[in-house]
Nanobody, 127 residues
Framework: QVQLVESGGGLVQTGGSLRLSCAAS????????IGWFRQAPGKEREFVAA???????YYSDSVKGRFTISRDNAKNTVYLQMNSLEPEDTAVYSC?????????????????????WGQGTQVTVSS
């Protein structure tokens, strides 16, 4: 049974930092693609970052240069380091595991490429 559990969310001031964790069980996290998505109230869920089997990383333009995705294979955990946080980053952040073992970089932002989703963790950035 595949399970993804996010943690590390919280309340921070503008310019602050948080590190989110995505702990996987029932599957080896490096065997597929892991993506981070976020959804703010009243808005559509959007792509944030992804890491492929090779370790290649991808970011949305809105977070590039501020967020870093990484993984610890020994802990079967993927991280999202978020720096220079802005109020616009406020959302529920979820991690997801891809359906296929690998996908091309141009497709990593597509929600339908992912089969398993965590419950999400709330990130709130105060003005």
């Amino acid at each position: 049974q595949v399970q993804l559990v996010e943690s590390g969310g919280g309340l921070v001031q503008t310019g602050g930092s948080l590190r989110l964790s995505c702990a996987a069980s029932g599957y080896t996290i490096s065997s597929n693609v892991i993506g981070w998505f976020r959804q703010a109230p009243g808005k559509e869920r959007e792509f944030v970052a992804a890491i492929r089997r090779s370790g290649s990383t991808y970011y949305s333009d809105s977070v590039k240069g501020r967020f870093t995705i990484s993984r610890d294979n020994a802990k079967n955990t993927v991280y999202l380091q978020m720096n220079s946080l802005e109020p616009e980053d406020t959302a529920v952040y979820s991690c997801a595991l891809s359906t296929r073992p690998d996908i091309l970089g141009v497709y990593v932002s597509r929600q339908d490429a992912y089969a398993y989703w965590g419950q999400g963790t709330q990130v709130t950035v105060s003005s």
